[in-house]
């Protein structure tokens, strides 16, 4: 299941308000402001910054 474009240009990274990707293997949403990745678990983004991973 991947997430729609539509969805993608709403998001916002929970923490600075910037602008997410989906990551290369598509498990997850990058704020390369925070460096930071959020997990894509069910099809559904965890915009939770408790449950962000660092990432570089």
Known sequence: MSLSKDLLEVLACPK????????????????????LLFPIQGGIPVMLIDEAVPFK
Do not use: F, V
């Open 16 to 35: 600075c308000k910037g602008d997410l990707i989906l990551a290369d293997n598509k498990e997850g949403l990058l704020c390369t402001q925070c460096n």
